[in-house]
């Protein structure tokens, strides 16, 4: 279906942050499950479920419903060239390191996966025994949080 490379602060494949909902079911198709956001989340979405590749697409009401944030279970995404599902979480880190990104987060979650997480990067690592089983990466925020979105 789509180019599987994950690029950070722009998007995964030729799906870019900041596309509208339009351009991205041009692109990709129907999702084939769409959910609003609840009354208690702190963002009002909408997340485009297309669960047979692995994918969940999110749109946040306060970016004009533009595409800000992919998840992604798919097990043949990668990260500069690395399928990064295959890894285990020393390899992940080891990764990010050779690309000079080293800052990390880790947390034990209250479900019993750890997080990974890359907060200038915005990208999310979820581990369940070494093994990966989801990314959530989103568009970059500048320390003014200001949303900076990838060029067209």
């Known amino acids: ?7 950070l602060g722009k998007g995964l494949g030729k799906i ?9 079911k041009d692109l990709i198709g129907d ?16 997340a485009w479920n297309y669960w047979e590749e692995g994918y969940s697409l999110y749109f946040d009401k306060e970016d004009d419903y533009r ?17 990064i599902f295959e890894m285990s979480p020393e390899q992940v880190k080891q990764l990010f390191a050779d690309n ?16 990974v997480s ?6 999310d690592l979820y581990f369940d ?13 500048n320390d003014n949080l200001d949303v900076i979105w990838p060029e067209k």
């Open 16 to 24: 870019k942050f900041g596309l509208t909902m339009e351009e991205v």
């Open 31 to 46: 999702p084939e499950e769409i959910e609003e956001s609840e009354e208690e989340d702190e963002f009002e979405h909408e």
């Open 1 to 7: 279906m789509i180019n599987k490379d994950i690029r």
């Open 100 to 115: 000079d990104i080293s800052d990390l987060d880790e947390e034990e979650m209250e479900t019993g996966e750890t997080r």
């Open 118 to 123: 890359y907060e200038k990067e915005m990208i």
């Open 129 to 141: 025994d070494d093994q990966l089983i989801a990314v959530n990466f989103g568009v970059f925020i």
């Open 67 to 83: 595409l800000s944030c992919i998840e992604t279970a798919n097990r043949e995404v990668q990260l500069w060239g690395e399928r």
